[in-house]
């Protein structure tokens, strides 16, 4: 259930960037979102829709692209990607692991349409 504040100041983050480039049309949201991030896609996919109607993002797409899970080992220092959901470092065996990759959750960028487009020929 917290995709929908966190697709409201997704949503307000578009529009106010909109406004400061002059206007026009939000067609494309690009997000990156890490396996720790708890944000579910569709979630969000779900009140991007009902949230931008009539407003200049109507109509726009998310495009999501997922980060790798990365794991630092805090016994030996190795940085590893875990295979499945086994969490020992891959080098010693061991459980004290830290994340360093894949909490990510971050707007990465905004297409817009020009608000004026220029005149033909």
Known sequence: MHELPITENLLELALRSAAEAGGGRITDLHLVIGPLSGVVDDS???????????????????????????LECRDCGTRFRPPDEDYRCTVCGSLQVKAVGGTEFHLEAIDLESADPLPPG
């Open 44 to 70: 969000v996919r779900f009140y991007w829709k009902i949230l931008t109607e009539g407003t200049v993002a109507e109509g726009s797409r998310l495009h999501f692209q997922r980060t790798e899970l990365r």
